[in-house]
């Protein structure tokens, strides 16, 4: 609601107060209905302020992220840890960063910060980290703050090239590359037999060892190459 009156250009309140402001409507046939704000006349609203984390801070899966924050009121002053909320949300965007959900992880009420574990989960992911505080009067600040993961690229060969393999669920065919949050748990498989051009191949091997279905921990850029045979 605007703080002046549009048809005098003057305040709608002179003095500083808490207002219940009630409108009231009534249609032809003499039926009504009603409905209330509350105005905080002559008051500020407080402003939220995040220290930490930083929007330069990135993240692997199991760090340990340091938040913290304050609150400031033109009227209360520094504003107590009791006024303070906060939501940490994980935003997956499997699309990429216009395609994007969000699930609230973690709800603090009544600190100034605290410590969370970054998740494992699929790229593209971001944790956003979000304060509001509230003054005395309800009125209510806030901030937030985006932390972005660290990510690696591995590279997905198959021998011969061009059979499928299958990460995260998603068949692809391969060669391929395919970023991952650093530390995150990956799922992999060849499917057998499979066909290419007119000849049946059976798997034998990955080149990192693991099974014909298995998952590994993305710690760095590697190529992994799943070998199938042809078996007459």
């Known amino acids: 609601m605007s703080t002046l009156n549009p048809m005098t250009g003057t305040p709608w309140y002179t003095q500083a107060a808490t207002i219940?402001?009630?409108?009231?409507?009534?249609?032809?046939?003499?039926?009504?209905?009603?409905?209330?704000?509350?105005?905080?006349a002559g008051n500020t609203a407080p402003v939220a302020t995040i220290?930490?984390?930083?929007?330069?801070d990135t993240w692997h899966v199991g760090d340990a992220l340091d938040y913290s924050g304050s609150g400031q009121d033109?009227?209360?002053?520094?504003?107590?840890?009791?006024?303070?909320h906060w939501e940490?949300?994980?935003?997956?965007?499997p699309g990429g960063p216009g395609d994007c959900?969000?699930?609230?992880?973690?709800?603090h009420d009544g600190t100034s910060g605290g410590t969370f574990q970054a998740p494992d989960h699929e790229w593209y992911?971001?944790?956003?980290?979000?304060?509001?505080?509230?003054?005395?009067?309800?009125?209510?600040?806030?901030?937030?703050?985006?932390?972005?993961?660290?990510?690696?690229?591995?590279?997905y060969q198959s021998s011969p090239s061009g059979l499928k393999l299958v990460l995260g669920g998603i068949q692809q065919t391969a060669p391929f590359g395919k970023d991952a949050i650093a530390g995150?748990?990956?799922?992999?498989?060849?499917?057998?037999?499979?066909?290419l051009g007119a000849t049946s191949y059976y798997w034998s091997s990955w080149s990192d060892g693991g099974s014909q279905s298995h998952a590994f921990i993305a710690s760095g850029p590697v190529t992994r190459t799943g070998s199938l045979m042809l078996i007459r």
């Open 51 to 56: 220290g930490s984390p930083a929007g330069l």
């Open 125 to 155: 992911s971001y944790i956003e980290f979000k304060l509001t505080v509230d003054d005395g009067d309800g009125l209510h600040g806030t901030a937030s703050v985006s932390v972005q993961p660290v990510t690696v690229t591995n590279t």
């Open 74 to 84: 033109a009227e209360d002053g520094s504003l107590p840890a009791s006024a303070m």
């Open 184 to 195: 995150s748990t990956n799922s992999l498989s060849a499917p057998s037999p499979q066909t």
């Open 101 to 107: 959900h969000a699930h609230v992880v973690e709800h």
């Open 88 to 93: 940490i949300v994980l935003h997956h965007c």
């Open 20 to 40: 219940n402001v009630g409108l009231r409507v009534t249609d032809d046939d003499g039926a009504t209905d009603t409905d209330t704000i509350v105005v905080t």
